[in-house]
């Protein structure tokens, strides 16, 4: 070969997005917070799906290393609607109790009443973000994104932490519930992002990914975006958790496509930790704020 025959270099791997330094370095800053505010985290299980029984082991495990006092309030499985709505209410009620979250899914029983059980937690006290109040004042701007679901408002800061700017860059979302996709909708386009949400209405959705500057995609189906759906030097931040042979695995097929894209979340390691560090975040300013109210 001349040299002045071009050679074969391969492609550039992805920078790999882990969560867990952005989630330590987050939970070490709040940690003064916490010594001087005192708040309480409170999480009410319903029955024992071994997913939510994880997850709430790690969101403790996350107070434990701020210094926040935490409680499990473990229901049995054929707990009735009004037996869990007045738990709520104590727990609206208790004012040792900064914070708290209903930890979803619900058993099948009560599963149609999410919405009502999400609706009766005091906004105040709502750290998952999940209820009408705190949802729509994030749609003012920045300022007013007090209690942010955590998900979203954990993707926001990975992107922070590793410097990826957001204004004026094309984001697309697929995946459009009311705790993911929306509300990261809603804080992408805050921070002057162009956002298109995709959902299973979707036609051709590979023509709407390929455009994506960053692509996020919370969904809940392994591999669904694939190397071709994604425009190289994207940032590709995968949200979600599927279990695949006894794995965790998200939506995106992370090794073909950290071939071509700029960067990219891996699951597990990414947006997960992100999302728990975000919530005693949450914890924290609902407290603060608590204590401002009082004054
Ligand atoms: P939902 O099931 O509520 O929403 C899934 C969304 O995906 C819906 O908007 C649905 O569309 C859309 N969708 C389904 N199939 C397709 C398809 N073939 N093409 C395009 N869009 C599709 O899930 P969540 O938002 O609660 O969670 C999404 C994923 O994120 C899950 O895997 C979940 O486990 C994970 N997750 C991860 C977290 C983390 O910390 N990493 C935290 C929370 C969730 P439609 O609205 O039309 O039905």
Do not use: W
Request: aromatic share 4%.
């Amino acid at each position: 070969m001349s040299e002045n025959e071009c050679r074969y270099t391969p492609p550039m791997s992805a920078h790999v997005l882990s969560g867990k330094p952005v989630a330590d370095q987050l939970l070490e800053a709040l940690k003064p917070q916490v010594e001087v505010l005192n708040p309480k985290l409170v999480i009410v299980q319903v029955g024992a799906d071994p997913a939510s029984t994880s997850y709430i082991t790690q969101k403790f495990k996350s107070c434990d290393r701020v210094g926040m006092r935490h409680e499990h309030r473990h229901l049995e499985t054929d707990t009735s609607f009004d037996q869990l709505s007045s738990l709520i209410d104590d727990l609206n009620r208790d004012s040792d109790v900064s914070g708290f979250i209903v930890q979803l899914p619900l058993p099948s029983h009560l599963e149609p009443h999410t919405p009502q059980l999400i609706r009766a937690v005091d906004p105040r006290k709502d750290i998952d973000g999940f209820g009408a109040y705190n949802l729509g004042k994030m749609f003012l701007s920045v300022e007013f994104e007090h209690l942010p679901p955590a998900t979203p408002s954990g993707v926001i800061e990975l992107l922070n932490f590793y410097s990826i700017p957001i204004e004026g860059k094309h984001a697309v979302i697929v995946g459009r519930s009311n705790i993911v996709g929306k509300p990261l909708a809603v804080m992408l386009l805050n921070r002057g992002a162009t956002v298109t949400v995709c959902h299973s209405k979707t036609k051709n959705l590979s023509h709407f990914t390929r455009q994506a500057d960053i692509l996020c995609s919370a969904v809940g189906h392994p591999k669904l975006i694939t190397k071709e759906m994604v425009k190289p030097r994207a940032v590709v931040i995968d949200i979600g958790v599927n279990r695949m042979d006894g794995n965790l695995v998200g939506d995106v097929d992370f090794e073909s496509i950290k071939e071509i894209a700029s960067a990219i979340t891996p699951v597990p390691g990414g947006v997960g930790p992100m999302t728990v560090a975000s919530l005693i975040r949450n914890c924290v300013r609902a407290k603060e704020r608590q204590l401002e109210d009082q004054k």
